[in-house]
């Protein structure tokens, strides 16, 4: 689960610069949601540049788009 306990929003920033999709806000409920992760791996391997090396954010329910790759930081809101 991406959520902390007492986040009630969350932005994701990636390192990609310029682009419109460089940063996400999340409610609540997308982080509470016990498929939402913070992948470091898939299929047992680090990402690839491609899938968003070193880490992207799934949620589920959540266009691509905003399933930020490449992620540089997560700031958490009370």
Request: hydrophobic residues 35%; proline residues 4%.
């Amino acid at each position: 689960m991406v959520g902390s306990a007492d986040a009630s929003e969350l932005t994701s920033n990636s390192l990609e610069q310029g682009s419109s999709y460089s940063q996400a806000t999340y409610s609540e409920d997308q982080l509470n949601d016990g498929r939402a992760l913070l992948a470091l791996r898939v299929n047992g391997a680090e990402l690839s540049l491609d899938h968003g090396y070193p880490a992207r954010v799934i949620i589920p329910a959540v266009p691509g788009v905003h399933n930020t790759k490449w992620v540089d930081s997560l700031v958490f809101r009370t």
